[in-house]
């Protein structure tokens, strides 16, 4: 009983992050779980579908209680379906092939602290359709690998000033990002395809879309940012030492 609880408040706390900053579930909830001993294949097959029902509902969320419509970036949308989603292909397949040979602990903190990293890195340089392009064939193979390749995406998507735009676009192409991973994990990992979608897991769920959604409005985004950042920093230091 008290594990569900448990497991409970952290789905809660994670959808509550996501729907403020669009990101989360996975980020924060891949090394999480890590830390508990569980199983990266089993991981995906738990944190996906969460973080699919979070983004969609905030997706719709956004554009029924914004007034002017947001736009979506249409040009990242095409190299997104021929480029990323490859990728994510081949990340899945490299998980399938060499599970048990890679430390993921290790990997995704690497992953995680060079992310964060870069946000320093593209605050100074010009975002380029070149650049755009290796980033998101990078940001397919992490999130197939290691389910981390949502900082990488939150940092392609976060250039805008205006914080609902930002958060619009974040929030649908980590939708995306996720779905295509779950459809693809899907076909791969046939015999992992389990999600214990009990009353508490859904209470937990729409509890963080809602709470996430009000604190939206009270908070600033930018502090959110450095929390996500905190939480992935802290999370990746109890990997390694683990």
């Known amino acids: 009983m008290y594990e569900n609880l448990f497991f409970s408040f952290i789905?809660?706390?994670?959808?509550?992050?996501?729907s403020v900053v669009g990101i989360g579930v996975l980020v924060i909830g891949t090394p999480l779980l890590l830390l508990l001993q569980i199983n990266i294949i089993e991981i995906l097959s738990i944190l996906l579908p969460i973080s699919i029902i979070t983004s969609f509902f905030n997706f719709f969320f956004i554009r029924l209680i914004k007034k002017k419509t947001l736009d979506i970036d249409k040009s990242l949308?095409?190299?997104?379906?021929?480029?990323?989603?490859?990728?994510?292909?081949?990340?899945?397949?490299?998980?399938?092939?060499f599970e048990t040979l890679i430390n993921f602990k290790y990997l995704v903190s690497f992953v995680i602290?060079?992310?964060?990293?870069?946000?320093?890195?593209?605050?100074?340089?010009?975002?380029?359709?070149?650049?755009?392009?290796?980033?998101?064939?990078?940001?397919?193979?992490?999130?197939?690998?290691?389910?981390?390749?949502?900082?990488?995406?939150?940092?392609?998507?976060?250039?805008?000033?205006?914080r609902n735009h930002s958060r619009y676009n974040i929030t649908f192409f980590y939708?995306?990002?996720?779905?295509?991973?779950?459809?693809?994990?899907?076909?791969?990992?046939?015999?992992?395809?389990?999600?214990?979608?009990?009353?508490?897991i859904f209470i937990s769920i729409f509890?963080?879309?809602?709470?996430?959604?009000?604190?939206?409005?009270?908070?600033?985004?930018?502090?959110?940012?450095?929390?996500?950042?905190?939480?992935?920093i802290l999370t990746s230091l109890f990997l390694m030492i683990n």
């Open 77 to 97: 949308m095409k190299k997104f379906f021929f480029i990323c989603a490859p990728s994510i292909f081949i990340g899945l397949i490299l998980l399938n092939n």
């Open 175 to 200: 939708l995306l990002l996720a779905s295509f991973q779950y459809i693809i994990f899907l076909i791969i990992f046939d015999n992992h395809t389990t999600f214990n979608s009990n009353f508490h």
């Open 11 to 18: 789905i809660f706390v994670l959808v509550t992050i996501q």
């Open 113 to 162: 602290i060079i992310s964060i990293l870069l946000t320093y890195f593209l605050k100074e340089r010009t975002i380029t359709n070149k650049f755009k392009t290796i980033f998101l064939i990078l940001v397919g193979l992490v999130h197939g690998l290691t389910n981390s390749g949502g900082t990488l995406l939150s940092l392609l998507l976060s250039s805008s000033n205006e």
């Open 207 to 232: 509890s963080g879309l809602i709470m996430g959604n009000i604190l939206f409005k009270f908070f600033n985004d930018k502090f959110f940012k450095i929390l996500i950042k905190f939480l992935a």
